[in-house]
């Protein structure tokens, strides 16, 4: 039986057009927004990232940070973040929804209970940022006995051979970092070049579903909309900061945002 996930991108496919893959952090800027933001933009989007907050978020960038920060200051914990996925689950069953995060919090937790809780939850997959191939594959099996896509990372700096066996080792969808820098910083490279970055991956096994992630905005994501999918998280998280420093709804701007990287896409 297909995962969410995967049926998620085969509907994409028949419609010729990348899945659009969004990122939140749960709790940003509360956990009732954040709820009323995955109801919202789960109309326009395919694929849900849901952040799990950090104190020392390595990967991100100041859009995501600033994110995190607010969460952290609501009193978000690992427990809400649960919640959140549990309640959107209600009414969005069939919508994938992945959680992003780093392995410190999971492995305070414990990852057999992590796990219990996700998948009691409706968690469908998890991007875990500091845990990488191939230290990642005890969990990462863990992850695929409890039907939880583990997805694992790719980069400009990965080479063929470690491509290959990261590929085949995945599970329904493989993430590509478009650049070396953190989440929303200025695109270094070209759409093209990072078009032939892609399509080099994809020929490595083209059953995969790749998508790219890093530097993906309004401006940039037409461009690349021959991948499978792409992952928009800086531009949302800067949208909620903007919608609260002129005392607007992050809800209804959010829903505009993605409503309209939609719209580029198809």
Known sequence: MKSKIALAFDNCKKEKRPALITYTVAGDNTKNNSLKILNKISKHADILELGFAHNTPIADGGQIQGSSHRALKNGIKLKDVFQIVKKFKKNN???????????????QNGEN???????SSGVDGLIIVDLPYPENKSFA??????????????????????????????????????????????????????????????RINPKK???????????????????DGLVVGSLLCKTITNSLKMRQNPVTMLDKVVYNLKKKII
């Open 113 to 119: 209970n992590f796990l219990k809780n996700c998948k």
């Open 209 to 227: 579903n790749y998508v790219i992630g890093f530097g993906i905005t309004d401006k940039t994501i037409s461009s690349l909309k021959s991948a």
């Open 93 to 107: 069953l069939k919508k994938p929804i992945i959680l992003m995060g780093y392995f410190n919090l999971i492995f």
């Open 141 to 202: 099996n863990k992850c695929k006995k409890k039907s939880i896509n583990f997805i694992q990372l790719l980069s400009p700096t990965t080479s063929k051979e470690r491509m290959k066996k990261i590929i085949k080792d995945s599970h329904d969808m493989v993430y590509y970092i478009s650049m070396l820098s953190t989440t929303g910083g200025k695109l270094k490279v070209s759409p093209k070049k990072i078009l032939e970055n892609y399509n080099f991956i994809k």
